[in-house]
């Protein structure tokens, strides 16, 4: 089961609904998502007046787009509808020596909202390889080998795709 506990003074409310865990399939090849123009109007909140804003940008996803990623008017990659969102890119070791460069785990942190898979995934990453707070711009995507989105739901669901571009090779990564 799936459960949502709310708390809307003075009234605390929980929510059950069954839980159908989405197909392996979508974790072996990975999934699409498109840039939505929408934000959170308090990142570290949530909250509960996101839900109708983030319902309607689901109904106008084209077919076959799983989620929606909020692009921030900077350019930001910020975050998924109802996911939080990171991707792997190449970083130079030194600005002297552009030709060795390592993988390092980018995502928002700041507008953001901070989720529980997300805290683990970083928890975890860290052990893994550098983990950095510089978000991904949609300018970065050419240069972006592998996407991913996490929620308590979806867990880690590899991203190959966004807005028709293909991350790396078009098929998930290895990190």
């Known amino acids: 089961s799936r459960f949502r506990l709310t708390y809307a003074p003075p009234q605390f409310i929980v ?32 909250s509960t007046t996101f839900i109708a804003s983030a319902a309607e940008a689901y109904k106008a996803l084209p077919p076959g787009a799983h989620e929606g990623l909020m692009l921030a008017e900077d350019g930001t990659l910020l975050e998924g509808l109802s996911s939080n969102f990171f991707a792997v890119s190449q970083m130079p070791v030194s600005s002297e020596d552009l030709d060795d460069a390592v993988p390092v785990l980018r995502t928002e942190e700041a507008r953001v909202l901070i989720g529980v898979t997300r805290s683990l995934v970083l928890e975890v990453a860290a052990g893994v390889l550098p983990v950095s707070n510089v978000a991904v711009r949609y300018a970065d995507l050419p240069r972006v080998s592998e996407c991913f989105i996490t929620s308590v739901s979806r867990e880690i669901l590899p991203v190959v795709k966004i807005d028709q571009r293909v991350i790396g090779d078009g098929a998930p990564g290895p990190i």
């Not at 839980?19 to 109007?41: D, K, M, T």
């Open 15 to 46: 929510s059950i609904e069954p839980f159908v865990p989405y197909p392996a399939s979508l974790y072996a090849s990975g999934v699409e998502c498109v840039s939505v123009s929408l934000h959170r109007n308090n990142p570290h909140a949530k």
